[in-house]
């Protein structure tokens, strides 16, 4: 059950939360629709659809329509949807079999992500275990072959990630082990390679591949991370899809970016096609790749500059013959969270903007999946911010309340990850503090994605404190334009942004009224101790090394080193099941919060790292939204919430 417990004291001379409430519009009276802000989060979301590669009318997409973010079943032939999983807390990791007679779905316990895969008839029919023998684990990754054949990654606590092979009516075999982080990358389509993405170099941020025969013995190996003073990754997008091909599909940053290669682990030929020169494909952003089904072509994903272009590369003769290999596939100004190709040509893709609310689109011109039911009401565009940072430029994304002209009370807003970042998509949070007067900033600090190799890998050894200096120069443009009332300004994110936000609050006091985290990181060391174990490799990574090792980043990192200094009024949510930030680390934090008094709050709910219940992240917003009313100064600049 959800527990909230209160600490320290509550603003003088505001207005009771539930009168105000009822006052700006947040809480309809009898009979009254909800407020905008509530309808973005109640209005029923649709996924991308992945479908079956044997079966394309076959497809599988997350959809909030129940009111619990769940996977669906949808027969494209027949017009049919269902709901195939129904769980207390949701289900979002899914896949279909590629005869699109199967959906398996990952089953964890209230969100906590240790768990084993179910799978179930398409058409309906009960659950069972995909994987009889295999204990729980957290997942890492998931192939299955045309003769039924699974692969499936895991990785727990006593072993590092092992990857088993399981053949119809033969048990499973563990063909791979190892204590760093791995996973599986993909299956060749005869079923006789797989792609392994590993960090067995101990950097894990940086992948390397190998490919394997399904007895485990090596067939090739590929590692940018070796032989250079740079740290290169690379990335398993898919082997051919096309009988015959075995040539895999790489993401690679040999130009300090992601772009596609091929790679044929069985003659060790390399290309990059449509690179020609030392400006690749000459697009300035990150490029991620899928093959268009016949494998004649590859669909390219550009992010540059918090929006999304989708391209068309052509493969004729291996991508080098300079005349129509690149073409633009068009969609709208904003951003892709997701685009396939299917068969016959046409992309399907995830679409939305700041503004407008998300809808699966096709290049055949029509909305490929209309979820039932309101659609979201719209919010406000962004504009781009170029702030000087001490690292060089930061992009920070704005959006400003309808009304008014500033200074006005401002959040920001900061993203997780930390390799992540921000884009010009439709979120229903940043949104529901629009709806409240505020001015909401969305920064990509140093370590967010989409701005080059360099930028996301500057975060290490003093993490955290590096993000915060390119937050703070973007507060003090913020001030200094007139966008922001340097009186009541809200740190808040979760997960990093939660992390950066307790962080921010103790080593910069001066610089923020208000203080929300939710499910963050507040003692790094204990975190490290109860994380899962390739959060583990990925923080020794970013420090250089265990808490043992190198206390004094860990200790310099921490926001538990800095509680004393916190100033603001703090408000704290956290998962009881979460795996990533764990529940015992901000216990610790809110202690020593308490035993000096600091004004703050704790909110306890029975989920993972964030919730999948539409009521229930309604439930954590109206808190948040309200503990920053209740705690910054009156202005004038606070406008209804509805």
């Known amino acids: 059950m959800a527990k909230r417990t209160r600490g320290g004291g509550t603003g003088a001379g505001q207005a009771p939360a539930e009168e105000r409430r009822r006052r700006d519009g947040s809480t309809p009276g009898p009979g009254s629709p909800p407020p905008a802000w509530e309808q973005r989060f109640r209005a029923p979301r649709v996924g991308l659809p992945e479908w079956a590669p044997d079966a394309p009318d076959r497809c599988l997409f997350v959809s909030n329509a129940s009111g619990t973010f769940e996977l669906y079943a949808w027969d494209r032939a027949t017009g049919t949807r269902r709901q195939a999983t129904r769980r207390p807390n949701g289900t979002v990791d899914g896949t279909l079999s590629p ?7 990952f089953d964890d316990h209230d969100g906590d992500e240790f768990g084993v895969w179910m799978r179930q008839p398409f058409h309906g029919g009960p659950d069972e275990p995909a994987l009889p023998g295999l204990d729980p684990s957290y997942p ?7 003769d039924g054949t699974v692969v499936v990654g895991r990785t727990t606590d006593a072993h590092g990630t092992t990857v088993h092979v399981a053949r119809p009516g033969a048990g499973q075999v563990e063909i791979y082990r190892h204590r760093q982080s791995a996973g599986v990358g993909g299956l060749s389509r005869d079923g006789s390679l797989l ?4 960090t067995e170099h101990g950097d894990a941020m940086h992948s390397a591949v190998r ?3 399904l007895d485990g013995s090596p067939v ?3 590692d940018d991370t070796r032989g250079g003073t740079r740290e290169l990754g690379l990335t398993v997008y898919g082997f051919a899809p096309v009988p015959g091909d075995q040539r895999l599909l790489l993401g690679h940053q040999r130009r300090d970016r992601w772009e596609p290669m091929l790679w044929n ?11 020609e ?3 690749g494909l000459g697009l300035p952003g990150d490029v991620h790749a899928e093959w268009y089904p016949d494998g004649r072509a590859l669909l390219l994903v550009h992010d540059y500059r918090a929006r999304t272009e989708l391209w068309r590369l052509e493969l004729t003769d291996g991508g080098r013959d300079g005349k129509g290999r690149l073409s633009r596939v068009e969609t709208p100004a904003g951003s892709v969270s997701g685009a396939t190709a299917r068969p016959g040509g046409d992309v399907e893709f995830l679409w939305s903007s700041a503004a407008e609310p998300p809808r699966v689109r096709s290049t055949a011109g029509a909305d490929v999946l209309v979820p039932p039911g309101p659609r979201a009401p719209a919010s406000l565009p962004v504009s781009d911010a170029w702030v000087e940072g001490p690292g060089g430029p930061v992009h920070a994304l704005v959006q400003r309340p309808d009304g008014g002209a500033g200074p006005f009370p401002t959040v920001f807003d900061i993203h997780g990850g930390p390799a992540a970042h921000d884009s010009d998509a439709f979120a229903a949070g940043p949104a529901a503090w629009l709806d409240h007067g505020f001015a909401v900033v969305r920064v990509n600090y140093r370590g967010s994605t989409g701005y080059g190799r360099e930028w996301t890998d500057a975060l290490k050894h003093r993490v955290g404190l590096i993000e915060l200096e390119d937050i703070a120069a973007v507060r003090a443009w913020a001030v200094e334009s007139g966008l922001a009332d340097p009186e009541r300004l809200v740190l808040t994110g979760a997960s990093w942004g939660g992390y950066l936000t307790l962080l921010g609050l103790g080593t910069q006091p001066e610089l923020w009224t208000v203080g929300v985290a939710a499910v963050p990181v507040a003692d790094y060391v204990t975190a490290y101790g109860d994380e899962m174990e390739a959060l583990k490799a990925l923080d020794r990574t970013l420090f250089g090394g265990t808490p043992e090792e190198v206390p004094e980043r860990f200790a310099a990192s921490s926001p538990l080193s800095y509680a004393d200094a916190v100033k603001a009024p703090v408000f704290i949510s956290a998962g009881e099941n979460d795996p990533r930030c764990p529940v ?4 610790n934090y809110v202690r020593k919060l308490a035993e000096r008094g600091a004004v703050h709050e704790i909110y306890r709910y029975d989920a993972g790292h964030g919730s999948l219940v539409v009521d229930e992240r309604i439930k954590q917003i109206r808190m948040e939204i309200d503990f920053a009313l209740r705690h910054l100064p009156p202005g004038d600049a606070l406008a209804p919430g509805g």
């Open 99 to 105: 005869d699109g007679e199967w959906l398996w779905w």
């Open 140 to 146: 890492a990754g998931l192939a299955i072959g045309r």
């Open 195 to 198: 792609a392994v993405e590993h």
């Open 211 to 213: 490919v394997l025969k």
């Open 220 to 222: 090739a190996e590929l």
């Open 265 to 275: 682990p069985l003659t060790g030929e390399i290309r990059e096609p449509g690179a």
């Open 277 to 279: 020169g030392p400006d």
């Open 584 to 587: 015992r680390q901000i216990e």
